[in-house]
Structure formats: C-alpha cells, structure tokens
C-alpha cells in the first residue's frame, strides 16, 4: 500500500486509527530515521526467505490492525537464531494471537533485524489539541513511565534544544559515557530529531508516534518499534478580533453601570459605590429605571437615554436581561462591555446558549466583551474601579507596575487583598471569567503596551488559542516585560494513556510548560510566588549567571541558605580577592568565605555592613547577591536598609533581602524599605526561591534573543 493511500484512506467508522508496524516503519524511513531493516512476511516460507536475507538474529512480530499491544498479546519474539526457531515462533504468534482476540485478522508477520544490546531512549510526538505538536525525548524505552525521565518542546524543535532536552535527563551522565563506557551518539539523536520535524510539518494528521525503543550502540541508534496514530479530524482556527477597543475598557472617560442599585448589599450597588468612593474621574451614568439618582449621580432609565457617549457598559443585571442590554449597546454605539452577571457557560445547557447570543450580538455590533461572570477590573494609579470584589473593601489600594490578570475571580480577588496588605501595588486587575469574548491571552497583548505596567503576572486555567498566546507573549518579551504564570487545573494523564507511551508522558501540564518555555513565559510553581516574583521581576536588575554571593549575619542562616541555594541550582562561588577584603572588615570569628557571616557584632555596628555588601557586590564572579537578615531591631536596622538601597541603587546587580525576625521590632526600617518599593522576603525559602526565579528568567530572556 503506498504512503498517500495508507495517510488518506477513508475510514468510515471513525477518523482515528493506528498504522501498522511495518506501515509507520515505511513511513519514517522515507523522511531518513534509522529504523530497523525488516521486511513483511505474508506466510511461514516468506518469513524465512526474509530472515535469511536480512541475518539472523531477527525479532518476529505479528501485524494484525486490531491488536496494538503487541508485546501484551505475545505476538513479539525475539532473539530467532536459526529456520527452526522462527517456525516455531511463527506457530506460535498464531496460536497466541487467537487467544488473544479470536476475530483479529493478520496481515503479515514482520521479520526485523534485532538490534545489538546498548542504551535505550525513546523518541515521541504528541499533537496537543492546543499547542499542536510535541517531542518527547525519555531514556528506558519502555521503562520510561517508571523511570520518568524525559524532556519536553514544542515542534519543530532546533539543534540547540535537542541538546538541551538531553542535558535535561536525569540519566545524562550515561547518555555523554563514563568510566570509559560511551555515551550515546548526539549527531544521531539530532538526526531523528530533525526528520521528525519534518515527517510532522508533512504529515500534520499524525496524533501521536512512539519510537521505541531506539537503541544506541556506539556510533550507531537503531529504531526497533514505530508506533504512529492517525487522526484526521481538522482542528478549527480562531479568529483574531482587533483590541482596538479595549483601551476604552482599560481606561474609560465614560461609564454606565447598568443594574446600578441605591441598595450596596446587592452587587450593582457595591460596584457603584467602588466607582464613587475611589472618586473614577470620568463622566458616571447610573442606569436604574427605578431611581432618580444613586450617590448624587442623575440615573437614567435606559443606557440609550444617556446624553453623552459612554466607552464603558458595566452590564451587572440578570442574565435573561443581558441580550436586551447588549441591544441597547449596539443602539447607542458602545464598543466596550463588561458582563459581571452569572448564568451562563459556567452552568452549562441553557446558560450556554445564551452566552453564544451575547457574543453574537457583541460580534454584530463590534463591541469587545469581558465576562460573563466576571469581576471586573480596577486600575489603582488612574483610580478607575469597575469592579465590585470584596477586596475593594480595603482602605488601603496601592498602585504599582504589576499587571495581574486572573481567570479565576475568587482567587484573583484574594491575591489583590494580599498584596495590597504586604504594600504591593497593581497596574491592573483584571477578572476575564468565562472568556465569552476576550481572553487571559488577549490582556497579555493589551498589558504588554500598558505604559503603566512593567510585570505581566497570570493565575492562568487554561488556554484556547496557541497562535494568540505566542503572539502575546512575543509582544511582552519585545517591551522586556517580564510574563509570569502560575498554571492551575493541572490535568493526570493524556486521554490516550493506555495506548502510548507518549500519551501517558506529554500530560496537558507538560505541554502547558513546553508552550510557556518555548515563548518566554516564566512559569511559576506556586500561588504566592506570582506576587514574589512579580516584585522582585519589577525591581531588580537580572542576575548574568547563576554565581551568588551570601550574606548573612548567622552561622546557622548560612548553613540554611547554602542548602536552599544547593536545591535550587545556585552555585555560591569561592572568594579570592573579595575575602581577603573582607576578612579586614569583619570580626576575626565571622567567615569571609561564601557564605559570608558577619556575625552579630558587625550587626551592632551596622555602618560597617555597607562596606562588606559593596565588597561583595563589585566582586566580577558574583552574578547577585541573597542577604539573609535575622533579628536586627531599629535603630540598626534602619541603618542597614539605608545602606542595602544605597549599594543596590549603585550597582547593576540583584540584591535580594531576606528578614526573619519580626517586623515589630523593625518598624522605621521596614517603612523604609516599603517606600522604595523594595521586597523584604520572611523566609530563607522565599528569598532563595525568589534569586532562583531571577536567573530562571535571565536564562529565558537570553534564548529568546538567539
């Protein structure tokens, strides 16, 4: 069967099949994979016609296109040495066959060199349904669940990633040789890697490929079984609207709030009051037929009553209301909508449908839509509030550089309080909810030219467009504003586990990573570190390595970061030069090694710590430097700030605080530290973690301007 009739045939119980063996085995060798010579045997008499020309020891495995497991149904022997052996397992592949499944019918039995014994790996593609086609590189073979060591990126894939997926492994000690054994030949798995490249580019209908195992010995990699799922159902494309619009729901010089009550228990009073008391500078139309007026603002009966132009329509009435409204949009010309009633997608059935209508009738009248079910937005510098979550309840709102957008009102809300209480301010807050219209992805774009935003930080649940988003995060990464996500809904296992190894590998997770990596996204492993991170992105200068200095003024903090900075890939460098500097600045029972302890004395003397932060900081093998403070109280402390925001205002480096003694006892210093927009992290872990981030992303940055 040619490979045009084997990729196109028409199927008419269903879109999605497995080739064959030896079928995805013709296929790969044509894109030059070195897979294992083998040749399909129609009957016992071929089979040993083909050993013989092949070479003995051949492996047998019997072709039959309802049985994908071969190995489980015992149709695959292996090690044949001689005629006599393969009739018998030939016989034998029959018989275990029927048992196996009784209405099977067996096409051929596939008569393949057997590979000399050497290093396994296994090679996989996986078309996601989003991110399009992954490659999996794991060693085992098909141990690789069990030892689950395997690296992930999204095709098609460079030179320079394969070999950075291989030095990803775990097991990449034996993958480069030791103790005289040879590794593995990198030149080959390059090859594999590339033709993979293209076999996808060609052949996009392919779900999913297993190569495995592919044996290395020495020079050489041999491909020994082809594992290829074809699935033909075409994947529909979204199409982009203009953002144009959202600049006018970002920052409105006009606003209706429909569903606008005199009664602030019910959410359109709230959402109104937050619009007052913060005092929005723009014109604010009430829109309630049964009030005269809500807070000294005339109401009005009908958005279309309204005499000016209105940018911005907060439409927070019952969903059944919310088509009628959109109407009204239309009539009036609004192009900015934000929905905050519940009701729809998010119950499912009816509510469904009716948020199609909504986004249908905002398509026709070419007005951009946020919601349904969200919570709004709050930009705290402009004092533009339309929202109504119960973190507006706060008395103290800060402004920032952070752009947080969150696909989870509740959650988004929380961090908002939580920030605003460790005196971390916002650019924008924004709730995308239901994502009828606009999406997480689309406020990326928006933020990324946000002249009042620096940090893009996600609390992200999912994506719906792939080319959207790598638009989006391109655009961040031109204005060098760092995007930072924190991925919840972390899926178990791909929908096809049961049938390939690559399924079971390539989670939705790992996907979601491989995405975030491949366009300079930093993700993130916790909630909390959206806020810490954010911060630290906003402040400090990026690390150029991985080479960090400590400071601590502890024998037992320097034992604790040493270990912390040990897991997270941070190398504390020996001093030369800079210890013999601070030996001279330092009471002779401290350490001028890294990391350095000026101990307690050099605390009471708190003058003297400038001068051995500078020392360490202008070291030229230093890339940042962590300093870990302990209990130090005012007046000292004081002294301390002053001179850590002296040093990091003077130097290009990132110098990342740590205090763990309580605030309390340290007011005049903390105050000081706030004021400069400077973080003070309450754990060793925190502060570790957060250094760890820095070159995460210096690392990042740099791949994306090769």
């Given at each position: 069967m040619s490979e045009s009739s084997l990729l196109n045939k028409q199927n008419t119980e269903k879109e999605t099949y497995f080739l064959m063996e030896h079928e995805g085995a013709d296929l790969i060798s044509k894109f030059k994979l070195p897979v294992a010579a083998s040749k399909l045997a129609k009957d016992e008499t071929d089979a040993v016609l083909s050993a013989n020309s092949i070479g003995y020891p051949v492996v047998l495995k019997g072709m039959f296109k309802d049985i994908v497991h071969k190995t489980e149904a015992g149709i695959v022997k292996l090690a044949i040495e001689n005629d006599l052996q393969l009739k018998e397992a030939y016989t034998e592949i029959i018989e275990n066959a029927k048992k196996y499944d009784p209405l099977a019918v067996m096409t051929g039995v596939l008569v393949q060199e057997m590979a000399d014994k050497g290093i396994e790996l296994i090679f996989g593609v996986k078309r996601d349904p989003i991110f399009g086609h992954q490659l999996i590189i794991g060693f085992g073979g098909t141990l690789v669940e069990i030892m689950k060591d395997f690296s992930v990126r999204m095709l098609p894939v460079n030179e320079t990633e394969v070999e950075e997926m291989v030095k990803e492994l775990k097991s990449y000690p034996i993958l480069k040789g030791y103790r005289g054994q040879s590794g593995i030949n990198l030149s080959e798995v390059k090859r594999i890697c590339m033709g993979l490249n293209k076999l996808v580019q060609e052949k996009p209908e392919i779900a999913e490929l297993d190569l495995n195992p592919v044996i290395f010995n020495e020079e050489k990699a041999t491909i020994c079984d082809v594992r290829i799922l074809i699935d033909e159902q075409k994947v529909e494309q979204n199409q982009s609207r203009s953002l144009e619009a959202v600049e006018k729901m970002i920052n409105p010089q006009s606003v209706a709030v429909i569903g606008a009550s005199t009664n602030e228990n019910k959410n359109g009073g709230r959402l109104f009051r937050y619009l007052v008391e913060n005092k929005y500078p723009g014109k604010l139309y009430p829109i309630n037929p049964g009030a005269k007026d809500i807070k000294g603002y005339k109401a009005y009966p009908n958005?279309?009553?309204?005499?000016?132009?209105?940018?911005?329509?907060?439409?927070?009435?019952?969903?059944?209301?919310?088509?009628?409204?959109?109407?009204?949009?239309?009539?009036?010309?609004?192009?900015?909508?934000?929905?905050?009633?519940?009701?729809?997608?998010?119950?499912?059935?009816?509510?469904?449908?009716?948020?199609?209508?909504?986004?249908?009738?905002?398509?026709?009248?070419?007005?951009?839509?946020?919601?349904?079910?969200?919570?709004?937005?709050?930009?705290?510098?402009?004092?533009?509030?339309?929202?109504?979550?119960?973190?507006?309840?706060?008395?103290?709102?800060?402004?920032?550089?952070?752009?947080?957008?969150?696909?989870?009102?509740?959650?988004?809300?929380?961090?908002?309080?939580?920030?605003?209480?460790?005196?971390?301010?916002?650019?924008?807050?924004?709730?995308?909810?239901?994502?009828?219209?606009?999406?997480?992805?689309?406020?990326?774009?928006?933020?990324?030219?946000?002249?009042?935003?620096?940090?893009?930080?996600?609390?992200?649940?999912?994506?719906?467009?792939?080319?959207?988003?790598?638009?989006?995060?391109?655009?961040?990464?031109?204005?060098?504003?760092?995007?930072?996500?924190?991925?919840?809904?972390?899926?178990?296992?791909?929908?096809?586990?049961?049938?390939?190894?690559?399924?079971?590998?390539?989670g939705d997770d790992t996907v979601y990573s491989a995405a975030f990596d491949k366009w300079g996204a930093l993700q993130v492993n916790h909630l909390e570190d959206l806020i810490d991170v954010s911060v630290a992105l906003d402040v400090q200068p990026l690390p150029n390595g991985n080479k960090i200095g400590v400071m601590t003024a502890s024998g037992g903090a320097c034992s604790v970061i040493a270990d912390l900075c040990s897991e997270k890939d941070l190398d504390l460098p020996e001093l030369t030069e800079t210890s013999d500097k601070i030996l001279e600045l330092i009471p002779p029972f401290g350490s001028a090694q890294n990391p350095i302890d000026v101990t307690a004395e050099i605390i009471a003397q708190p003058e003297m710590f400038k001068e051995v932060l500078e020392t360490l900081t202008q070291d030229p093998d230093i890339d940042g430097v962590i300093v870990m403070l302990t209990t130090n109280a005012d007046p000292g402390a004081s002294v301390i700030a002053k001179a850590i925001l002296d040093v990091f205002k003077r130097n290009e480096k990132p110098i990342v605080v740590g205090r763990l003694g309580a605030t309390a006892i340290a007011p005049q210093a903390m105050e000081l530290y706030s004021n400069h927009h400077f973080p003070v992290y309450s754990t060793p872990e925190k502060v570790v973690n957060v250094m760890h981030y820095l070159v995460r992303y210096n690392k990042l940055f740099k791949k994306q301007q090769r």
């Open positions: 958005l279309i009553d309204v005499p000016g132009d209105v940018d911005l329509a907060c439409i927070i009435v019952s969903s059944d209301r919310v088509p009628g409204v959109m109407r009204d949009c239309i009539t009036k010309g609004v192009k900015a909508a934000i929905i905050y009633s519940s009701g729809f997608a998010e119950i499912g059935g009816e509510g469904e449908k009716l948020q199609e209508e909504v986004l249908a009738l905002a398509k026709e009248g070419n007005i951009r839509v946020l919601g349904p079910n969200s919570i709004g937005i709050a930009s705290p510098e402009k004092q533009i509030y339309t929202a109504f979550g119960a973190a507006l309840e706060s008395k103290v709102k800060v402004p920032g550089n952070i752009g947080f957008i969150s696909q989870s009102g509740a959650m988004g809300s929380a961090l908002l309080s939580k920030a605003w209480e460790q005196r971390v301010g916002f650019s924008r807050w924004i709730s995308v909810a239901n994502e009828a219209d606009l999406s997480a992805t689309d406020f990326i774009e928006v933020l990324a030219e946000d002249e009042l935003t620096n940090v893009i930080s996600v609390f992200m649940e999912g994506l719906k467009d792939a080319a959207a988003f790598e638009r989006a995060s391109k655009k961040a990464l031109e204005n060098e504003k760092p995007l930072l996500i924190y991925k919840t809904g972390r899926s178990d296992v791909g929908k096809r586990a049961v049938q390939s190894h690559t399924g079971t590998i390539a």
